[in-house]
C-alpha cells in the first residue's frame, strides 16, 4: 500500500459530491484558484489506515468539453500526473444523466471508482440498481453511498486505496455482436461499426505522428469531435476521414449505450419524487412564485433581526464583561491612561461592537445556506426569470443577486454561471447593490437609534432599495446596449431535500470564521488607526476630538457631503474608514463618541443625545444608511472585482460610479425630504 | 412545432434544434439528443419551460424552448 494519494473528485452539479467531499475532509479545507483560472480549487486532506489521502473537489460538471473553463480544468487536471484516482460521483436517483459524464471519464483512461451517491434516496422511492452488472457493463468499481447518511464511505475509501494502479479496465462483460469485438474487453463504450475504424485510422496517425502519446484512443475520439482543445496540440491531416464534426453522433451513441446500461440495471425507473412535484406546483406556480419568493425572503429577514438581536443581546453582556475585565487588569498592572484607552476605547470598542453583531450574520448565512442546500435557490431562476428579463439578465444572474445579500465576495464570484461576458459585466456592476450583511449592523444601529418602533422597516426598506437600485442600473445598461439578449436560461431543478445539517454547518461555520478572521484583521487595524487619527492631533495626544487629526481631514470634506445630509466631520470620518469594511463604520462611530458596546439602552441614549447634539436627526439617518448601502464597496469587494475582471481600471471604474450613484440618490432623497419636511 | 408551443404534461419527442453550436453541444450533453423525449412540467407565459429530461428537471428559457422542434408523442418510449 502507498503512503500517499491524490484523489479527485468530480461529478454532475447537485449530484452530492460536496456532500460526500465534506464528509470525508470535515472543514479542513483549503480554497484557492487553478492557476490562472478564476475557477475554484478546493483540496482537503485525510488519514485512512496508512494512508494519506489528498482530496481535491473538482468543479461540478455535466460534460468534458472545452467549451468552459471549469471543464478543461477539470480535464486537463484528470490527464496529468498530479491525480492517481478519480472518484465520479454519480447519483443515483438521476442515473441516466449522471452516466453521460460517467463514459467520459473512462473514455480518459485514467483510474476511476464510481461513487454511487444518494443510494437511500433510490431505496425510498422504490428503484433498484442491479449493482453487479453495472460495474460489468462499466470495467469500473461501482460502490453504493449515501454521503446524507454516511453509509458506505469506508469502503470507497479502501476501494480508492486499493484502486490505484489500474491502467486496464476491470472485466467487462457485454452483449454486442460486431467487427470491434476485441475492444468490447478492453473499453466500455464502444461505437457503432464506421465510427470505430475512423478511431483506428486517426489513433493509428497519432501515434505515428506523436511517438508515445497516452491515450491516442481518446484523442483520436476528441479529433473527430473538433474539440479546440486538442486539434490545437495535437493536429492530424486527414480531411478525409475528420472530414466533419462527429461530435453530436458521438454523443447520440454514448446516450444510446447508455439507455442500455438503464435497461439492463435499474428497475423501476419512473418513480419520479411526489413531493418535488406537489412543492414545485406551488413554488413555480405562475401566480404565486415570485409571492412566495418575497415572502420567503422576508422571513430570512425577520429571523436574521428577531432570533440574531436576542442573541446579540448576550454577546453584549459578555463583551461588556470583557471590557471591564480588561480595564481592570490594566489598572491593575498601572498601564498608562493611553495604552488603556487605546485598548478599551479603541480595540475592544471597536472590535467588540462588530463581533457582537455576530449572530446576526451566522443567521443570515444559515437561511441562505438552507434555501441553496434544501433546492429551492435554482427554482428562484426560474421564478425570476422573467422580471429579470424586463432588465435584460437572465433568471440565473439573480443567485448571485442573492448571494450579495450575504457577502458580495462570494456573490461576485458567483456570477461565474453567467458565460456571456457582458451578462456577467452586468451582473457583477449591480450585484454589489445587495446589502450585503457587513451593512446590517449599520442599518441595526440607525434604526434602532432614530427608528424606535418602525426600526425593523427602516432597516427593510434598505433592502428594497437596494434592489430597486439593481433593478434601475440595470433597465439602464440594457437599454444602452440595445442588444436584447435572448433568454437562454438553462438551469438544473434538484430534487427538494432536507438540507444536510452538515453541509450548512460547514458553509456556515467557514463565513463565520471568515468574519472572525476580518475583524481580527483588518477591522482590528482600522480601530487601532482610528483611534489614533481620533486622539492625536498637531499638539499630540488631545482629550479634545475635534481638534485631531481625524477632525481636520473630516472637516475638509464637508462641503461635499453637507448637500447629501451628511455634513459631519464624524460622519465623514467614518464613511472614509468604511471603505476597508462597512462593518468600520459602526466601529467608527462607536469609538467616535466614546461608547463601549452598542445596543445596551443607556449607550444607545447617549448617543442619541449627542448625535442630536450635532443636528444629526433621523433624516440624517435615513440618509447615513442609503449612502453606507450604495457608496464604494469594500476593499474585499474591490480587489475581487479586480480579481474577476482581471483590471485594475474596471476596479476604480466601479467605486466611482458607486460613489457617484450613492451621491446622487442619496441627495434626491435628502433635498426632496427637507422640501416636503420643511426644514 | 416548437418546445415553446407545448403543453403542460405532453410528452414530446426532440426532432431538431436551431440553436448556437455550444448551447446545442451543452444541451446534447445534457441527454437532449435527437429522438430523446421530455415532459413538460411547468410553463410561464413567456415561453419559459421546466421540462423533465433523462430523470432530471431543468428550466429552459424562451430563446431555447423557441428554437427547438418537436412533436407530441403518445407516452414515454421506453420504460
Known amino acids: ?679 | 412545432m416548437t418546445l415553446a408551443e407545448g403543453n403542460v404534461g405532453q410528452v414530446y419527442t426532440v426532432l431538431n434544434s436551431a440553436l448556437p453550436q455550444q448551447v446545442e453541444k451543452r444541451m446534447e450533453a445534457l441527454g437532449m439528443t435527437r429522438g430523446s423525449q421530455l415532459r413538460v412540467l411547468h410553463k410561464k407565459n413567456s415561453g419559459t419551460l421546466v421540462i423533465l429530461l433523462r430523470g432530471t428537471r431543468f428550466a429552459v428559457g424562451r430563446g431555447l424552448t423557441s428554437n427547438i422542434q418537436v412533436k407530441e408523442a403518445s407516452e414515454w418510449k421506453t420504460k
Request: hydrophobic residues 50%; glycine residues 6%; aromatic residues 10%.
Open chain 1, 1 to 679: 500500500m502507498e503512503n500517499e494519494m491524490t484523489v479527485g473528485f468530480i461529478g454532475n452539479p447537485n449530484c452530492g459530491k460536496t456532500t460526500l467531499f465534506n464528509a470525508f475532509t470535515g472543514a479542513n479545507l483549503k480554497v484557492a484558484n487553478w492557476p490562472g483560472v478564476t475557477v475554484e480549487k478546493v483540496e482537503g486532506a485525510m488519514k485512512y489506515h496508512d494512508n494519506i489521502f489528498k482530496l481535491v473537489d473538482l468543479p461540478g460538471t455535466y460534460s468534458l468539453t472545452s467549451y468552459t473553463m471549469e471543464e478543461q480544468v477539470s480535464r486537463q487536471y484528470i490527464l496529468s500526473d498530479d491525480v492517481d484516482v478519480i472518484v465520479d460521483v454519480a447519483d443515483a436517483s438521476s442515473l441516466e444523466r449522471n452516466l453521460y459524464l460517467t463514459l467520459q471519464l473512462l473514455e480518459l483512461g485514467k483510474p476511476v471508482v464510481v461513487a454511487l451517491n444518494m443510494m437511500d434516496v433510490v431505496a425510498k422511492r422504490g428503484m433498484e440498481i442491479d449493482l453487479h452488472r453495472l460495474p460489468e457493463m462499466l470495467g469500473v468499481p461501482v460502490i453504493p453511498v449515501s454521503a446524507q447518511k454516511r453509509k458506505g464511505l469506508d469502503i470507497l475509501l479502501h476501494t480508492i486505496a486499493h484502486h490505484r494502479d489500474t491502467s486496464q479496465a476491470d472485466r467487462l462483460i457485454h452483449h454486442h455482436s460486431s467487427d470491434h469485438s476485441k475492444k468490447h474487453e478492453q473499453h466500455a463504450m464502444v461505437y457503432s461499426d464506421g465510427l470505430e475504424d475512423k478511431i483506428d485510422i486517426v489513433s493509428e496517425e497519432l501515434n505515428k505522428k506523436y511517438p508515445g502519446i497516452k491515450n491516442p484512443r481518446w484523442h483520436a475520439i476528441k479529433l473527430l469531435e473538433q474539440d479546440h482543445e486538442i486539434m490545437e496540440s495535437y493536429p492530424v491531416d486527414l480531411p478525409q476521414v475528420l472530414d466533419r464534426s462527429y461530435e453530436s453522433d458521438i454523443i447520440n451513441e454514448k446516450y444510446d449505450f447508455i439507455e442500455e446500461i438503464i435497461g439492463e440495471t435499474l428497475v423501476n425507473k419512473e418513480k419520479q419524487a411526489a413531493l418535488t412535484d406537489k412543492a414545485d406546483d406551488l413554488l413555480l406556480n405562475n401566480w404565486l412564485g415570485i409571492p412566495l419568493f418575497l415572502a420567503i425572503m422576508a422571513m430570512v429577514f425577520v429571523l436574521t433581526f428577531t432570533l440574531g438581536d436576542w442573541i446579540k443581546g448576550y454577546f453584549e453582556i459578555l463583551i461588556g464583561w470583557i471590557s471591564d475585565g480588561t480595564a481592570a487588569g490594566l489598572s491593575a498592572v498601572h498601564a498608562g491612561p493611553m495604552l488603556t484607552a487605546l485598548t478599551t476605547d479603541g480595540i475592544i470598542a471597536g472590535v467588540g461592537g462588530i463581533l457582537s453583531f455576530l449572530p446576526n450574520i451566522a443567521i443570515l448565512f444559515l437561511a441562505l445556506a438552507f434555501l441553496e442546500d434544501s433546492g429551492y435557490m435554482a427554482r428562484v431562476a426560474y421564478v425570476m426569470n422573467s422580471v429579470m428579463g424586463k432588465m435584460g439578465l437572465s433568471g440565473r444572474a439573480f443567485i448571485p443577486m442573492i448571494l450579495g445579500f450575504g457577502c458580495t465576495v462570494p456573490a461576485l464570484m458567483a456570477s461565474r454561471v453567467l458565460e456571456n461576458p457582458k451578462d456577467r459585466r452586468r451582473v457583477m456592476l449591480i450585484t454589489p447593490f445587495m446589502s450585503c450583511s457587513a451593512r446590517l449592523p449599520i442599518y441595526i444601529l440607525f434604526s434602532d437609534l432614530f427608528f424606535a418602533e418602525h426600526a425593523m422597516i427602516a432597516a427593510y426598506s434598505m433592502y428594497l432599495i437596494g434592489i430597486a437600485v439593481a433593478m434601475i442600473v440595470a433597465l439602464v445598461l440594457n437599454w444602452r446596449d440595445k442588444q436584447r439578449s435572448k433568454d437562454m436560461l438553462l438551469i438544473e431543478l434538484p430534487e427538494y431535500k432536507m438540507p444536510s445539517a452538515r453541509t450548512v454547518f460547514i458553509y456556515v461555520w467557514e463565513k463565520v470564521r471568515d468574519y472572525l478572521t476580518k475583524a481580527g484583521t483588518t477591522i482590528f487595524v482600522a480601530s487601532v488607526i482610528i483611534w489614533f487619527l481620533l486622539n492625536f492631533g498637531f499638539q499630540g495626544y488631545t482629550d479634545d476630538m475635534t481638534a485631531s487629526f481625524g477632525a481636520k481631514l473630516g472637516t475638509l470634506l464637508i462641503p461635499v457631503l453637507a448637500p447629501v445630509g451628511l455634513g459631519f466631520w464624524q460622519v465623514v470620518v467614518a464613511l472614509i474608514a468604511g471603505i476597508s469594511a462597512k462593518e468600520v463604520v459602526v466601529s467608527s462611530f462607536i469609538v467616535l463618541f466614546g461608547m463601549q458596546t452598542v445596543g445596551s439602552a443607556g449607550d444607545l441614549s447617549a448617543l442619541h443625545a449627542s448625535l442630536a447634539g450635532i443636528g444629526f436627526g433621523p433624516l440624517n439617518a435615513f440618509c447615513m444608511m442609503l449612502f453606507c448601502l450604495l457608496y464604494i464597496p469594500c476593499a474585499a469587494t474591490l480587489a475581487t472585482f479586480k480579481k474577476e475582471t482581471n483590471s485594475v481600471r474596471s476596479m476604480f471604474q466601479v467605486a466611482l460610479f458607486q460613489l457617484a450613484t450613492a451621491w446622487v440618490v442619496t441627495f434626491t432623497v435628502y433635498q426632496t425630504a427637507s422640501l416636503i419636511l420643511g426644514m
